[in-house]
């Protein structure tokens, strides 16, 4: 009985996972090919106002209606999904860059350096992320740079908490010390002998930082700390729809709204059948 349950659980984990794929991939084609849909003619131009009367409701010229501002809806959410992938990714990746190297040269040297580093890290990773990017954002402005760095800065302490701790517990390990016996350096201790095993779980950190950053992004372009405000944004959307929702304007917000959650719910999906694939415990379990 505990074995079929084992079995049907991990069964609808990778099926979820699969699901996670490919909502997330759906995503990926829309950031990818709106700009050729809108060279194509099939979208709007999301930069520029409409002639037309604006708070236009869904239909077969207008899927997703127009705003107040006398955008098409449909065109700025698909933009908005350009927009979110290149900041997210860019940074995760910055948080990846800074917080491994950290992580294993910390747990492997140790000492000063490890406690300092360890006490800083432990500091940032108290803060809560909306708050301390908001602030960081404030600080450096609007900007797709600027947003992913004051992101970025919010993730590092967790893939440096991650990689250092699995360094601290493989540096002790015989084949890290037949390493060190036969003289290697530590950048080739680090380089060869350590690295792909301390960054099994980094994969998994990625896309559910990815789909947090998805929220936190959102959070700060309706905050209007995010982009530019003539950049498609969905966060910036559904600022730009407050106003209209008391009057019965729901489509500005809803379809903004419905990206934000399709995006983060496929890379959790991920992250979360990721886990299970990884996890030495649960493929024991299962």
Known sequence: MAENLQARHWTISRALMWIGIAITLLFVL??????????????????????????????????????????????????????????VLLATAM????????????GYLGGRLDRGLLFFMDTIYTLPVLLLAVTLAFILGKGVVNAAAALSIAYVPQYYRVVRNHTVSLKTELFVEAAQAMGASTWAVLS??????????????????????????????FLGLGLPDEVPEWGSSLRQALDALPTGIWWTALFPGLAITGMVTGLSLIGEGLNDLVNPLVRKEN
């Not at 690295?195 to 372009?221: E, K, Y």
């Open 30 to 87: 829309i950031a990818l090919f709106a700009p050729l849909m809108q060279n194509w003619g099939w979208i709007q131009d999301p930069l520029i106002t409409l002639e037309n009367p604006v708070h236009v409701p869904p239909s077969d010229k207008y899927w997703f209606g127009t705003s107040r501002q006398g955008y098409d809806v449909f065109a700025r959410t698909l933009f908005g999904a350009r927009a979110a992938w290149q900041v």
């Open 95 to 106: 948080s990846v860059v800074v917080g491994v190297p950290l992580g294993m040269v910390s």
């Open 192 to 221: 060869r002998y350590l690295f792909l095993n301390v960054v099994q779980s980094v994969p998994v950190l990625f896309t559910l930082n990815t789909a947090d950053a998805v929220l936190i992004l959102g959070g700060l372009g």
